[in-house]
Each structure stands twice: as C-alpha cells, then as structure tokens.
C-alpha cells in the first residue's frame, strides 16, 4: 500500500486541528525528531508501530496511584466490554488488590478460573507470586487490577524480572491505563509513570468524569506545563467523534515513545453507582435484572454502559489492540 503524508499542525501551539483517523493503517503520521545533528521527520508505519503481530497478546494494567480515582470501577469496566460488546472468552483478569479486591468480587464467580489474584510485593522474596501476571499474558489477554500506592512495587518487579525485554521477547503488548481524578497530584503520578515505563510501555490518560465533571478543569489540567511536556513536540492531536483523543502516535519499534493516548469514561450518577457498589454483580446482569423494580436505573445504566464501550472500541482501535480476535 503507498504511504500517504498527512500535513498536519503543531499540537503545542495550542490549536486543536482536525484530521480523518484512518483505521486500515493508511496514514503514515510523521514524528520530527534529530539525527546527526539535524532535524528530520520519520515516517512511522502504523501497520507497524500500532498493530503487534497476531499472536501478541495483551496485558492491560488499570493504575491511577492515588486510591479512589475510579481505577477499580474502569477495570470492571474492560472486564465488561470484553466479555459483553465483543463476546470474548479468551481472556483473565488478575486482581492483585489485597484491601479491596473488587474485579474478584464482582467477576469472579462469572470468570471462574480465569480470575486470579496476584500480589505485588517490594521484598525480593515475595515478589514473584505477581510473576503469575506475565505467564498468564503469554497464553492469552490479561487484564490486572493494580490496588492504589503499587508504584514502588510495581517498578521493583519490572525491575528485576527486565520486563522491557521480556514482553518484547515473548511478544506480550504491555498497556497502562492511567485513571485520573482531574487533580495535579494524578498528573504528577502519570508524569512518573511515563519516565519510568514509558520507553517500552504503552500509556493511556483515562479521564474519569465521575471523579471530574467540569470539562473547564481537565482543560486546566492538560494545559500545564508538565502534561504538555508529556506530549511529542512536533505531532498533532487527532480527533475522534466522541471525545477520545490520541497525543500522539508511538513507535514502540524504536527508541523511545512518542505520545500516549486519552479515553473519556462518562461520570455515572451517582445513585446508579451506589446500587452497583451494593450488588456487587457483573455489571450488565445489575442493570439487566433491575428492569422491572428501577426500570429508570437500568436505562441509563444500560446506555452508560454503552457509551463506556464507545469509547474502548475507539481507543483499542488506535492503539492497535483492536483486531479480529476481538
């Protein structure tokens, strides 16, 4: 397929640009950076930076740090849209929360023995039962549940198992997904998380608007000096229809990454939380079997829930997780 250039804006300048997302891997989106001194532009193939090898598969970590930014309740939700949009029975959820394991509680009895628990530990002894993550990740998808303050752990583990070189070794595509509350000390978590695993680990900005309703706040937010450093210098944002914006493209081939993608989770009112707290169900059997006695509750729960999936279904695409296994 001949590579099509795409003339495009600077992101920093602060105008926001508006492009077409090709999703067949048609565009090729330039990234500037310098080479013998001087600048140039490398075209990265998307068919080859963003789509893995068939046989990848994915281990999606749910992280935020900072305890009750929504971390649990979205990993319930890509639990969800797994195994409810696209059908999927081909894949594990690993809760490694030892205080509040919530994935277990609410999927545990519907995935069976595809839901484990995994715990992360800073002593070198201990560390290894959180290895169980990666076996999983070699045999099919995984998605993990990381509890709130897991950073040290979390690295240590990385660390010592050289996780950079054995996902590439073993063909496992690493996500992050970064929940955020809209407050700067989520941002300054993110911003750690970047530097420390951002040079072989995808990265995901989850803005949860159940946390952080103003739109005006979360623009403030990403308008500061240490989100905007975060993102590439000379690469546009791109824009999709509802909301979800890519910082970026990566070229997870090469040195370094390039950009991280941003995914809107819809705030859920705040009664309907307080009943799926209570049922501690699989989301779609609360909101289905709540018809007839809150009929209320299980519309606008039911079209949250797909609006939820909107926007996994577009971010998943881009980030080249989407294929035809899911």
Request: glycine letters at 8%; aromatic letters at 10%.
């Amino acid at each position: 397929m001949p590579r099509k250039k795409q003339e495009l804006g600077d992101a920093m300048d602060g105008e926001k640009g508006t492009v077409d997302l090709a999703h067949d891997g048609e565009y090729n989106y330039g990234l500037d950076g310098t080479k013998n001194g001087q600048e140039y532009v490398a075209v990265i193939d998307s068919e080859q930076s963003l789509s893995p090898p068939e046989q990848a598969h994915w281990v999606h970590f749910w992280g935020g740090e900072s305890g009750g930014v929504g971390k649990s309740t979205c990993c319930r939700l890509m639990v969800h849209y797994l195994s409810e949009k696209l059908k999927r029975e081909d894949f594990c959820a690993i809760d490694c929360d030892r205080t509040k394991p919530d994935v277990s509680n609410w999927y545990g009895g519907q995935l069976g023995e595809r839901c484990i628990t995994s715990l992360f530990s800073e002593s070198e002894e201990l560390s290894s039962e959180a290895d169980a993550i990666i076996e999983k990740a070699m045999v099919q998808d995984a998605i993990v549940n990381l509890p709130a303050q897991a950073f040290d752990s979390f690295k240590e583990w990385a660390r010592r198992n050289a996780l950079a070189d054995v996902v590439k070794e073993l063909g496992i595509v690493p996500v992050m997904w970064f929940v955020s509350d809209g407050t700067p000390s989520s941002l300054a978590l993110f911003a750690d998380s970047m530097r420390e695993f951002g040079s072989w680990m995808r990265h995901v900005w989850v803005r949860n608007y159940g946390r952080e309703k103003s739109e005006v706040a979360w623009q403030a937010l990403e308008q500061r000096e240490a989100f905007m450093k975060l993102k590439p210098q000379k690469t546009p944002l791109l824009y999709a229809s509802v909301e979800m914006e890519i910082a970026g493209v990566s070229n997870f081939d090469g040195a370094g990454v390039s950009g991280f993608f941003i995914m809107n989770v819809p705030a859920m009112y705040a009664p309907d939380r307080k009943i799926f707290e209570e049922e501690q169900k699989p989301l779609k059997i609360v909101a289905e079997t709540m018809r007839s006695g809150k009929p209320l509750f299980s519309i606008r729960s039911r079209k949250f829930l797909e609006d939820v999936c909107t926007q996994f279904d577009i971010v998943m695409t881009h980030m080249g997780a989407k294929n035809e296994k899911f």
